[in-house]
């Protein structure tokens, strides 16, 4: 649906986008991350159109998006960070306009407007001046205003930036069942929200793209291996013997005990290959009760620092 080629982006000696390249396909959710100043906004400026690239290209569909930006970005609804709204204006008279600038068919706008309204849960505010609406309600003008012309992309910037916990709930909620019919492309500096939504991720970081893949998949990546957690009553000696006797574990580390009496192990085997079964016997032939043991993963803020501080200490070096 939407293919990057080899992006850049410069302003004066900045390099804000380094070669960027990517593909979003049809239906897909996906998380576009990275720190501040990594190129993030930059990049999604340049998929929406907003901006042009100094080099490589955009195809939006099959369609080069500086060859033909109206049929292109007729395609794409745009929510940057900061919506674009007019305060002075109703909801109501906000969408109209919106529609209008869009070219939503006349005779099609009325009804369309109510159904997006309804979509993402504005009617009760339709007739409300928009410099009277909460935080929370102001970024739900702005995804409506991004709908109006029934794109088939969404391009989310912080969606969620600055709401309350229930608010950004909701927009989450949204978000995941305006998914079922869009290709959505979220970025967020809220990482539980990006995990919660999306089944790929990708980081950006120095204006280039450092990861490409499913959350489970770079994890397993970056820890090199399939590990397990555990917490045994007993003598180290003992539990760290048992582990090792066990034919597929490569590797056992030992963590702070969180209970008096305990140990806290972490075993590593080879990639997928779970080890719980066997762990599980080794311990309980060896008399050691297991208190508590689960898979290991790194969690989405453990990959994007892991990633984001290693480019960095690379490009220090």
């Known amino acids: ?28 959710i ?10 993030k906004s930059t990049t999604m400026n340049i998929l929406s159109g ?24 007729k395609k794409i609804g745009y929510l940057p960070e900061n919506p674009p709204l007019y305060p002075e204006m109703t909801v109501r008279e906000y969408l ?5 600038i869009k070219k939503v068919p006349s005779e099609e706008l009325p009804s369309r407007m109510e159904r997006i309204m309804q979509t993402v849960g504005i009617q009760d505010v339709a007739g409300r001046l928009i410099r009277n609406l909460s935080k929370g309600y102001k970024q739900r003008v702005g995804l409506a205003q991004a709908m109006i012309g029934d794109p088939e992309i969404l391009i989310l910037d912080e969606p969620t930036a600055g709401l309350d916990p229930k608010q950004i709930l909701e927009i989450r909620d949204l978000i995941i069942s305006l998914g079922r019919d869009h290709t959505v492309i979220l970025s967020s500096h809220i990482l539980p929200e990006v995990s919660a939504v ?21 994890a397993h990546r970056l820890l090199g291996g399939s590990h397990v957690l555990l917490r045994v009553e007993g003598p180290r000696e003992r539990v760290e ?8 574990v490569r590797n056992v580390e030992f963590q702070e005990p969180q209970e008096p009496g305990t140990v806290e192990a972490v075993a590593e085997a080879e990639k997928d290959r779970d080890i719980r079964r066997d762990v599980f016997r080794a311990m309980s032939g060896a008399g050691l009760p297991v208190l508590m043991m689960r898979a290991l993963d790194m969690s989405l803020e453990e990959i994007f620092l892991h990633l984001t501080t290693k480019e960095e200490e690379a490009a220090t070096t």
Do not use: Q, W
Not at 30 to 39: D, E, I, K, M, T
Not at 51 to 67: A, P
Not at 241 to 248: G, N, S, Y
């Open 1 to 28: 649906m939407i293919e990057a080629t080899n992006l850049v982006k410069r302003y004066g000696p900045h390099t804000a986008v380094d070669n960027a390249s990517f593909t979003i396909e049809r239906g897909e």
């Open 30 to 39: 996906v998380g576009f991350l990275g720190p501040n100043g990594a190129g």
């Open 50 to 73: 907003y901006l042009s690239s100094t080099e490589g290209t955009v195809t939006v569909d099959g369609m080069n998006i500086l060859e033909h930006p109206m049929e292109a970005k």
């Open 96 to 100: 109209r306009f919106a529609g209008e």
């Open 198 to 218: 999306c089944r790929r991720i990708l980081i950006i970081n120095d204006g280039r793209i450092v990861a490409d893949d499913t959350p489970e998949n770079l």
């Open 241 to 248: 013997e048992a582990l090792r006797a066990v034919p597929a």
